[in-house]
């Protein structure tokens, strides 16, 4: 009689795993669907967090808007951290930083976040081929658009107006101009050049409150006026003004204002988006202390 044990101990010849296979996920045994999230999700660091902010993302010796420490997490950083509420705690430092902006938007992406919106456009080219090939193509598109901001800009009036990200009349913010809010105790002068002892320019000085559109190069802002104008043209005959289009002009006014005085003695300017969250912020405090006041 054959010995059943010599079957049964027999090695299993191991098949060589192809490189695809090796870097995207295995197949299951019985259904055959793909798995592609086998091996890298797994190997992908989950304290690591990349910043995706093209202009950076402040670092903060602790958990509080009041404690920055003027260092500056550039756009596509990577830092060890491990997530504590809204804020991200720096291994390696003990520094904080904001995990979401003033609209609540996520500042930091994580590595197994990052690789999941890979595989996920990976498998849409592969679907938008197969139906490619089989004769169907899909009306939408199957690749990821590109992310884009909602823009915020400071009239005419000093009244800051914005479009959402998702509308059809948001620009292509390519000067990356954002809306800064004067925060300084005294009126701030503009200048022709970003340095203190440049002349001064032939404007009126920035008060307090007062907003500009500017972007931020090191410690100096540089203003710009935005101008928006609107066609009606192809609105004529319609029941709504949706097909009006949109257009701005963005023109440097060829003056600057410092963020802070010499040595970061005193905060100046602040983004008006983290200015409205600290107020946010600030007014809750206030009312659940007043709240806790009221039960003891």
Request: with cysteine; charged share 25%.
């Amino acid at each position: 009689a054959l010995s059943v044990a010599r079957f049964a101990t027999s090695p299993v010849p191991r098949l060589p795993i192809s490189s695809t296979m090796a870097a995207y996920g295995f197949r299951r045994s019985q259904s055959g669907s793909y798995n592609p999230l086998a091996d890298g999700f797994q190997a992908a660091e989950a304290d690591t967090w990349t910043c995706t902010i093209p202009e950076g993302v402040p670092f903060y010796t602790g958990q509080s808007w009041d404690a920055a420490s003027g260092a500056i997490c550039d756009f596509g950083t990577e830092v060890r951290a491990t997530k504590e509420g809204d804020w991200l705690v720096v291994k390696d430092s003990g520094l904080c930083l904001r995990f979401n902006d003033a609209e609540g938007h996520r500042q930091f992406k994580n590595a197994r976040v990052e690789m999941l919106e890979k595989v996920q456009r990976q498998t849409s080219g592969d679907h938008a081929v197969s139906q490619k090939s089989s004769g169907h193509l899909s009306s939408k598109s199957t690749m990821a658009p590109a992310s884009r901001k909602s823009f915020r800009w400071v009239d005419e009036t000093g009244a800051t107006q914005r479009i959402a990200a998702d509308s059809n009349l948001c620009p292509h913010n390519d000067e990356k101009i954002e809306v800064w809010i004067c925060v300084a105790d005294f009126d701030v002068p503009f200048r022709v050049q970003p340095f203190f002892d440049s002349p001064l320019a032939q404007k009126p000085e920035c008060r307090n409150g007062k907003k500009v559109n500017a972007v931020l190069e090191g410690d100096w802002l540089k203003v710009y006026d935005v101008k928006e104008s609107i066609d009606l043209t192809q609105a004529f005959g319609r029941r709504s003004l949706q097909a009006a289009s949109k257009s701005f002009e963005f023109t440097a006014t060829g003056s600057y204002l410092p963020t802070e005085l010499p040595g970061g003695q005193q905060k100046l300017f602040k983004r008006e988006k983290l200015y409205l969250f600290e107020q946010s912020e600030h007014q809750h405090a206030g009312k659940a202390k007043k709240d806790s006041c009221a039960v003891m």
